[in-house]
């Protein structure tokens, strides 16, 4: 008898993909794939797009069973050699609020765009590689929910994710960055998505503060960092494929490209408005500044890169990008400022910058600090000022973010920008936020603005705000102030003395 011959990774490869595509007998093409032509873009052989990786189930379960072994042992000694105490300082679990607030939900998100994707794009590789990305996008939620395990046992502030992504007025950003990329056609949540997010922004996120993570010997961020980047490196690899794609198919969809790369670039950008916060103010051991962060990646790697390999097909940068680059020695500081006024109302600590975070500010930024920012510093901690905010701050229409950003060629002064639409003004932090709107006001006027939901009652009443966030009262408040702070500082102080 005859040895059968092992199938080759192509052949398996195919047989996966190709050979379980089909012609529809009992619908239409059309009614098969309702959304394919919904958006203009013109596909003339949808057998040419490959997925870049070819992988197969086999090795797709493979390999993803192996990271997650690893994963799971590093979180498992992590919490029996009661890692908490490595840490630099307990300050650096406020930007893992941030991180774990905005993180987890949105990766829920994306598996469920991704089994969108996966479902209503006519090519079988796409609709593979979505399947298995959206497959990725669920294992790192129930990693990310499983780290909120070990900061649980000593921390507080972990408690109440899930309300607090659905709830909280600062978790409407990515909320609404998602929702808005959910009720997009498919090929748009691909741009937005694997583009706009993942090549774009993902290696600041990732990279940037995974490097922080182990610098501020943070284990337990570090071991999930590890265990999602390889995923995130496929998902740049595709969403890079899908725009060539496009933009070869049909000389008539690249305007259509270009509109999603001008429009999603600055849905992302303003999405990430957070990160700058968490590597220049909170992070105890600093690497590297967001401005630094901001040139390396995103100027060097993507403007100077990535868009000019795209420069053949027709492609320029991202219509705002100028601002963007502009903003880079203030956004950090802004968003810091606006935090410190807010804490009351946050599910995380903020806290005005000590001494050594001063210096850093001042080495990183240099006159944009000690001639400006220094300076709204000194009033905010003045201690015959009251720094609290006063009421509930405007929020833009598109980004959902208070209204805090500069004009960008002066950063004295405040940016309002505003569209009449059917009578009623909608109200913007910026020109990208305020384009955005105008191609599409009748998606953005629905917006659910959190302030004015609180305005109308519809989250209860205003002292039990709160409660509806899923806040307890250790969870808001100055981080100097707060019981994390006190808790970390008696045991390191008990962990000096036993040794």
């Known amino acids: 008898m005859s040895k059968k011959k092992k199938r080759g990774l192509k052949e398996e490869y195919n047989l996966f993909t190709r050979d379980l595509d089909w012609e529809p007998g ?3 093409w059309d009614e098969m794939y309702p959304y394919a032509k919904m958006e203009g873009i013109k596909i003339h052989d949808w057998s040419r797009w490959e997925d870049p990786f070819r992988v197969t189930i086999e090795n797709y379960v493979r390999i993803q069973a192996e990271k997650e072994r690893k ?36 990766e829920y998100n994306a598996h469920r765009l991704f089994q969108f994707v996966a479902r209503h794009v006519p090519s079988p590789a796409i609709r593979f590689a979505a399947l298995t990305q959206s497959v990725d996008e669920l294992r790192h939620v129930q990693d990310q929910v499983l780290m909120f395990n070990n900061y649980n046992k000593y921390y507080q502030g972990f408690h109440s994710w899930r309300q607090i992504a659905s709830r909280h007025w600062l978790m409407s950003v990515p909320k609404s960055f998602f929702e808005d990329a959910l009720t997009a056609g498919p090929f748009e949540a691909l741009a937005a998505i694997s583009f706009g997010f993942e090549v774009v922004f993902t290696n600041i996120l990732f990279v940037t503060v995974g490097s922080m993570a182990v610098k501020n010997s943070d284990h337990t961020y570090t071991g999930v960092g590890f265990t999602s980047q390889s995923d995130e490196s496929r998902h740049m690899t595709l969403g890079m494929m899908a725009i060539r794609a496009m933009l070869e198919e049909d000389p008539d969809n690249v ?7 001008d429009k999603w670039y600055w849905r992302a950008y303003k999405g990430f408005a957070v990160v700058p916060y968490m590597l220049d103010y909170i992070a105890p051991r600093k690497l590297m500044s967001w401005k630094e962060a901001f040139e390396m990646y995103i100027e060097d790697q993507v403007f100077n890169g990535l868009f000019k390999d795209l420069e053949p097909y027709g492609i320029r ?32 600590h903020p806290f005005a910058p000590n001494e050594q975070d001063k210096a850093f500010l001042a080495e990183k930024y240099g006159s944009t600090w000690t001639d400006l920012w220094a300076k709204k510093w000194e009033q905010q901690t003045d201690p015959n000022h009251d720094h609290i905010y006063p009421g509930l701050p405007q929020l833009c229409q598109t980004c959902q973010i208070p209204m805090i950003f500069s004009e960008p060629d002066n950063p004295e002064e405040t940016c309002f920008r505003h ?8 109200h913007f932090c910026s020109d990208g936020c305020k384009w955005i709107f105008d191609q599409e006001p009748d998606k953005y006027k629905q917006a659910w603005l959190p302030v004015h939901e609180i305005l109308q009652g519809n989250c209860g009443p205003a002292e039990k ?14 981080y100097y102030e707060s019981l994390n702070y006190k808790n970390f500082t008696k045991w390191k102080e008990m962990r000096a003395q036993s040794i």
């Open 26 to 28: 009992y619908v239409s």
């Open 71 to 106: 994963f799971q042992a590093i979180r498992e000694n992590i919490d029996l050699m009661q890692s908490q105490l490595d840490i630099s300082d307990a300050r650096w679990l406020e930007a893992m609020k941030l991180f774990m607030g905005a993180a987890a939900p949105s």
């Open 255 to 261: 305007p259509i490209v270009q509109r999603w790369l």
């Open 317 to 348: 940068l991202p219509l705002h990008a100028k601002d963007s680059i502009k903003e880079k020695d203030h956004l950090t500081h802004q968003v810091a400022l606006l935090l410190h006024r807010l804490p009351h109302v946050t599910f995380f």
């Open 419 to 426: 569209s009449v639409h059917e009578g009623e003004t909608y």
């Open 465 to 478: 705000l709160p409660e509806y966030w899923g806040l307890e009262p250790e969870d808001t408040g100055d």
